[in-house]
Every structure is written in structure tokens, then in C-alpha cells.
């Protein structure tokens, strides 16, 4: 009886530290992947801008949207569009949470587009990632040096259609999902899914209204 016991304390114990071995290389695979993927898509959009002419370019210009492409290519709306919205987003139909995503591309569009001609060169450096216990969600963190001053950001990831996607952003620790989630909460808690889109659309032409006003200054 003893002997059997002992058997199975070390049938146990062997058991924990293969099963402990294959997470922490499961873990060390999905930092690692989640890091290569981001690395190639900060290249693919370096390029676009190291090889463009960036002096006054429209929105619709043929660089922005090949921007565009590449930047929604490792950034999931769908995930982004969930969090920001939360709870909420269930009660949205499938024809109101693709107007949602589309309305809200358009918006950041308008709102960050106009600062591509401040590129200068900047660069993005990976210093370390980090993972869930599941091995399912990666936080990886940079800093991008902007005259002189180190700023750090991290791409919160997750795998969506079998390759690694960013879900969230924090710039300085801020997160981008949870600044535009208590925006939207106010939002909804007042109104309804189509108040909500029409007033991303809203906002998305007042901001290039307000744009095209200080162009011409």
C-alpha cells in the first residue's frame, strides 16, 4: 500500500513539472509570436512612411488608406469595437455593430491621420511582453522615442483568425479602450445604439471641419 502511494505521489509530481514545462513554452511561444507579429506590422507601416511624401496629404489620399490597410491588418475593430462598448454590445444588432466599426474607424481616422506629417522618424522599440496564465492574451510593451523622450506603450493582443491582433492600447499606462468606454457608457446610458453611431459620425465631421479651418490658417 505504501509503496503504491509513493508511486503515484511521484506519478504526480513528474506529472506537474512536464505539465508546468510545456506551459512555460506555450507562454514563451505566444510572447514571442505575439511580439513578431507586432514588430512586422510596426515595419510594414514604417516603410509606407519612410517611403511616402507626408507634406499635405489628404484623407483619402492613396497613402492614408495604404496606412489604413496595414494599421486594421494587426488591429482587430471587432475586439476594440466590444470592449469600448462593452456590456452594451450585445444588445446591438449585426447591422448596427458593423455601422458602429465603421463609424468608429472614420472617426479615428479623422482624429490621428493629420498627425502623420509629424513623422520624423520615430522609433519603436520592444522591451518585453508579458502573458496571461493561459497563454491566450499578450500585453507586449515598447517605448517610442519622440525628441529625446522615451514614451511607453503597450499593445494588448490576442489571437483572432488564427494570427495575433491588437484589442487595446496604453499610452503612459492610459488604455484607449477604457477612455473611450466611459465615454460610450454616458452615451448609451442616455441613448440607444443608433444615438451612439450617429454621433460618432457626428464628431468624426466636426473634427475635419475643425481641421480643414486650421489648414487654412
Not at 25 to 40: I, P, T, Y
Not at 142 to 169: A, C, F, G, H, N
Request: glycine content about 4%; overall charge positive.
Amino acid at each position: 500500500m505504501y509503496k503504491t502511494s509513493k508511486k503515484l505521489l511521484t506519478y504526480v509530481i513528474c506529472s506537474l513539472f512536464i505539465t508546468m514545462l510545456i506551459a512555460n513554452v506555450a507562454l514563451a511561444d505566444a510572447k514571442k509570436d505575439a511580439s513578431d507579429a507586432l514588430q512586422h506590422a510596426v515595419d510594414g507601416i514604417s516603410h509606407t512612411l519612410n517611403n511616402s511624401n507626408l507634406k499635405n496629404l489628404s484623407e483619402d489620399s492613396a497613402v492614408v488608406s495604404e496606412l489604413e490597410k496595414k494599421i486594421l491588418d494587426i488591429f482587430s475593430m471587432e475586439q476594440f469595437s466590444m470592449r469600448t462598448v462593452g456590456k452594451k454590445w450585445k444588445s446591438f444588432s449585426p447591422s448596427q455593430k458593423t455601422a458602429f466599426k465603421d463609424a468608429f474607424v472614420k472617426l479615428l481616422k479623422a482624429t490621428y491621420f493629420k498627425h502623420i506629417s509629424e513623422y520624423n522618424g520615430q522609433t519603436l522599440t520592444i522591451v518585453g511582453a508579458r502573458t496571461n496564465k493561459k497563454g491566450s492574451k499578450v500585453e507586449v510593451r515598447t517605448v517610442v522615442t519622440i525628441e529625446e523622450k522615451e514614451i511607453p506603450i503597450s499593445y494588448r493582443m490576442l489571437v483572432e483568425s488564427k494570427k495575433w491582433m491588437v484589442y487595446d492600447v496604453l499610452v503612459e499606462g492610459v488604455s484607449m479602450v477604457k477612455n473611450y468606454r466611459t465615454q460610450f457608457k454616458e452615451l448609451l446610458r442616455k441613448g440607444s445604439p443608433d444615438d451612439l453611431i450617429r454621433k460618432l459620425q457626428e464628431k468624426a465631421v466636426r473634427v475635419r471641419q475643425k481641421q480643414a479651418a486650421a489648414d487654412k490658417q
